[in-house]
């Protein structure tokens, strides 16, 4: 499987003119790569006019999405739109729609089946608000792990073996992401630990297949400089981005890292000829 790299535009930028210089800043220095699978997801607004330009190098997801096809929702956007639009994937369950939307693991269940029956992939978001698992005498209290195992199964409830190709699990600490108060960076310890964590419980739910198939990403402050580090851990296959996503120079330079990282023996023997 090829290293996903998934860049969440999030609420930018403000016009289609930056949004429009901003993909296409992006296209021209990212195309052609071909080793990893690169998704970028734009508000909705823009995505309309970025599917007509995007090329196959580059795949398109929502940031949300309503539960019902089609109806009275004032405001939604239904799976089968964003399909209809060009998407493939869905990012579900991120922190700022946790908080700011009051979205429960419960809501995120419900979008999840719907998602489900359009064919449109999903990241899942994971993660826990704060770093605090130590007590005072510097023991692990295992909080961490109560609230991902429990983050997790409750939105896959009644998701069976065979629905879980087409999900993606995004760990995402809160307290590692950009814009978070006093954010404080995580190691790739911190998202091997979750990776770990997260396909134990996948085992236990499901089987051994699924619990080493799935796709995991980590999310949080990740950029140029340090993407390679959280990449090099084994059970991580990729990264979700927010600010290093919406600034096509760093991006790209984060793309092209990754890119370099993973050709493979012979691609580089070729390429070094020239
Ligand atoms: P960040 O955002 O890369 O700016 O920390 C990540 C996210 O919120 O998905």
């Given at each position: 499987?090829k290293?996903?790299i ?9 016009s ?21 699978e690169?998704i ?8 309309d ?5 995007t090329s196959?190098?580059?795949?398109l ?7 019902d096809?089609?109806?009275p929702?004032?405001?939604?956007i239904?799976?089968?739109?964003l ?7 869905v990012i ?5 729609r946790?908080k ?14 719907a998602?489900?029956?359009s ?6 978001c ?12 510097g023991?692990?209290?295992g ?8 983050q997790v199964?409750?939105?896959?409830e ?27 960076v995580?190691?790739p310890?911190?998202a091997?630990?979750a990776?770990l964590?997260i396909?134990?419980t ?19 402050s990740v ?6 580090d ?10 979700l981005?927010?600010?290093?996503g ?12 990754v ?6 023996a ?9």
């Amino acid at each position: 499987m090829k290293p996903l790299i998934v860049a969440n535009w999030k609420m930018n930028p403000i016009s289609r003119k930056q949004a429009e210089h901003l993909f296409e800043s992006i296209r021209k220095e990212i195309c052609g790569i071909q080793n990893i699978e690169v998704i970028l997801c734009p508000p909705f607004i823009y995505l309309d006019f970025i599917s007509k330009k995007t090329s196959k190098d580059i795949k398109l997801g929502g940031q949300n999405i309503f539960w019902d096809r089609q109806g009275p929702y004032t405001g939604e956007i239904s799976p089968q739109m964003l399909k209809d639009i060009g998407c493939d994937y869905v990012i579900l369950g991120h922190s700022e729609r946790r908080k700011n939307f009051k979205e429960t693991d419960e809501i995120i269940n419900k979008k999840i089946k719907a998602v489900l029956k359009s064919r449109l992939k999903i990241i899942l978001c994971v993660g826990e608000e704060s770093r605090n698992s130590f007590n005072k005498d510097g023991r692990w209290t295992g909080e961490v792990d109560l609230v991902l195992r429990e983050q997790v199964l409750r939105c896959l409830e009644d998701i069976d073996e065979s629905q879980m190709a087409n999900i993606i699990i995004a760990y995402e600490p809160v307290w590692a992401i950009s814009t978070t108060e006093n954010s404080c960076v995580a190691v790739p310890d911190d998202a091997l630990s979750a990776s770990l964590l997260i396909r134990k419980t996948m085992h236990q739910k499901y089987n051994e297949k699924i619990a080493r198939s799935l796709r995991i990403l980590y999310g949080g402050s990740v950029d140029s400089k340090n993407v390679i580090d959280f990449m090099k851990e084994d059970g991580i296959d990729g990264v979700l981005v927010g600010g290093a996503g919406i600034n096509s120079s760093e991006f790209t330079r984060l793309v092209k890292a990754v890119s370099g990282q993973y050709l493979s023996a012979e691609q580089k023997t070729v390429i070094s000829r020239f």
